[in-house]
C-alpha cells in the first residue's frame, strides 16, 4: 500500500493509479482518499473488510464529535440535489 499527499497524487496522478497496490491520499496528515488498482489486480476480501471498518469508525466518530445524526446529513443531502448549480466559468 501506498501513502501519497495530495500534491504528489496530483503531480504524479497517472502513474499512481497505474500501480498494482492501493494509494492512500492524504492531506494535512489526514487520511483524504483511497484509490484501488484496475479489477485485475483485486484486493484480498481481508483488506477490504479491514479498510471499510476503519473508515466507517472514522466517518462515525467525526459525525459523533460535530453532533449531527443521520438524519440531518439525509435531509441535507436531499436539499442539494434539488438545488441547480451555477454554471462554472471556462478558463
Do not use: W
Amino acid at each position: 500500500m501506498r501513502i501519497s499527499s495530495v500534491r504528489e497524487f496530483r503531480n504524479k496522478a497517472t502513474g499512481l493509479l497505474r500501480s498494482k497496490s492501493p494509494i492512500l491520499v492524504t492531506r494535512h496528515g489526514r487520511l483524504a482518499g483511497i484509490f484501488f488498482p484496475r479489477p485485475e489486480a483485486t484486493l484480498p476480501i481481508e483488506l477490504k473488510r479491514e479498510l471499510y471498518d476503519v473508515l466507517s469508525h472514522d466517518v462515525a466518530r467525526q459525525l459523533k464529535k460535530r453532533r449531527v445524526s443521520e438524519d440531518e446529513i439525509l435531509k441535507d443531502f436531499e436539499a442539494s440535489r434539488g438545488k441547480k448549480r451555477a454554471p462554472r466559468r471556462r478558463r
